[in-house]
């Protein structure tokens, strides 16, 4: 009986730390799609008045993106005005990449853009990719982090 109770706890433990592992990875995935969101929000505003259809692009994107950043946030229980003061340090530090300056927003795209584009694209597929970091123990899985 002893040995029984040892092995059920045991599982029970493996369950646990996977379930950690899946919810740290989805807690990272959120965070990237934040830091997405909120470059899409610099270009659609950067945009704006020179390229008013580009720009509801990235506003569409920008809409999509948060969304999902909100909602996964949601679900590893993170709350919203954590989510916006969060917003708020990340536009802050683009924008002093940037020097205030929407004339040097190629300092954002060379950094954010093609990763963006393709998180935007398939959120699911960078969330097996965070999986296989998170299990292998790595703290980072290849993101462009913040300027």
Do not use: H
């Not at 092995?7 to 730390?17: C, H, K, N």
């Not at 920008?62 to 949601?74: G, H, L, Q, Y």
């Not at 699911?124 to 292998?136: G, H, P």
Request: charged residues 25%.
């Amino acid at each position: 009986m002893a040995v029984v109770l040892v092995l059920f706890s045991s599982i029970g433990s493996a369950t646990a730390q996977i379930g950690d592992r899946i919810k740290r990875a989805m807690g990272d995935v959120a965070g990237e799609l934040q830091v997405c969101s909120v470059y899409f929000r610099i270009e659609w505003s950067c945009l704006r008045p020179q390229e008013p259809a580009l720009a509801r692009t990235y506003g569409e994107m920008f809409d999509k993106v948060a969304e999902s950043a909100i909602t996964s946030f949601r679900r590893v229980g993170v709350w919203d005005e954590v989510y916006a003061a969060q917003a708020s340090l990340y536009t802050e530090a683009m924008m002093k990449a940037m020097r205030g300056d929407c004339t040097n927003i190629a300092v954002l795209r060379r950094r954010y853009s093609k990763f963006c584009q393709r998180l935007s694209g398939d959120p699911d597929l960078r969330l097996k990719e965070w999986i296989t970091c998170v299990r292998a123990r790595r703290r980072t899985c290849g993101a462009p982090g913040l300027p």
